[in-house]
């Protein structure tokens, strides 16, 4: 393993793995490009696209076995489920308290993460893309204030194909035929010339622009077409910012 992947990982991190991979390597038929990308030294955020709830085993099947176990942003609500909740605190992976008091734990150790040396996975849009095709949305500034404090690289990932085994919002999984799951790791995202001005919200929605800017290119070049001009904006929709937003419609139609 990589630099990123050297430290030996919690017993609840192995624990994961050995039950997630296996089942990855089963379910799923794999394209990986520009794992090149990915720093061999020092710690890094990596950012991909969100598509379906199973797409973060699918994101972090490609990190692990590119070197770089990955440690997670999740919604709290996720460390409360039963056992799960306990494998993830174990793994050493990160809770976000949203719209609480407690919404700046998740930043600083995100942050202390980045300067162990982790491969930190932050998903920029915070939630499910709403957009009608599946493409990027407008981004949260977490992980370019993360990117801002820490001068860390900023590795843009896209990924497609998980939506076919799990639809957006759906618990019921199409298991076979296998699932082709496309993931392209793009360059680093060039945030240097914002490092030494004061931190705004101007500031950080130009990084998580280009942040988002960057997955959408490898978007793009996976799916061989053009993204929309505009990108979506859950606020100008009038949607809610988290939950299945499709009402009056079967889950996942």
């Known amino acids: 393993m990589t630099a990123s992947g050297a430290r030996p ?8 793995v050995a039950i997630v991979r296996p089942l990855m390597l089963l379910l799923t038929k794999r394209t990986w490009r520009g794992t090149e990308h990915l720093p061999t030294s020092g710690g890094f955020i990596v950012c991909p696209n969100h598509l379906s709830y199973a797409d973060p085993f699918t994101f972090a099947h490609f990190l692990y076995d590119s070197g770089h176990p990955p440690y997670f942003l999740g919604k709290e609500a996720v460390f409360r489920i039963p056992v799960a909740g306990a494998i ?10 949203r719209n609480t008091g407690r919404a700046a734990d998740a930043f600083r150790a995100a942050v202390a993460a980045v ?13 499910l893309t709403r957009d009608p095709d599946l493409w990027p ?18 590795i843009p990932v896209a990924q497609w194909g998980p939506q076919d ?33 004061p ?8 990084a998580t622009d280009r942040i988002v800017d960057a997955i959408t290119v490898q978007l793009e070049g996976i799916r061989g077409e053009k993204a929309p001009a505009e990108r979506f904006d859950t606020r ?14 079967k889950e996942g139609s």
Do not use: W
Not at 9 to 16: E, G, K, Q, S, T
């Open 199 to 206: 931190v705004t919200g101007a500031l950080l929605r130009q």
């Open 9 to 16: 990982l919690p017993f609840a991190y192995r624990l994961a």
């Open 137 to 154: 949305m407008v981004g949260k500034t977490g992980a370019a204030r993360i990117a801002l404090t820490t001068r860390c690289p900023v």
């Open 165 to 197: 085994m799990l639809a957006p919002y759906s618990k019921k999984p199409k298991l076979f035929p296998r699932t082709r799951v496309q993931m392209s790791a793009g360059p680093p995202v060039d945030l240097s010339d914002l490092y030494d001005q």
């Open 88 to 97: 993830l605190r174990g793994a050493q992976q990160i809770p976000v308290y």
């Open 115 to 127: 300067n162990e040396g982790k491969c930190v996975g932050v998903y920029p849009e915070g939630t």
């Open 236 to 249: 100008k929709a009038g949607l809610p910012e988290t939950g299945n937003f499709h009402r009056g419609t």
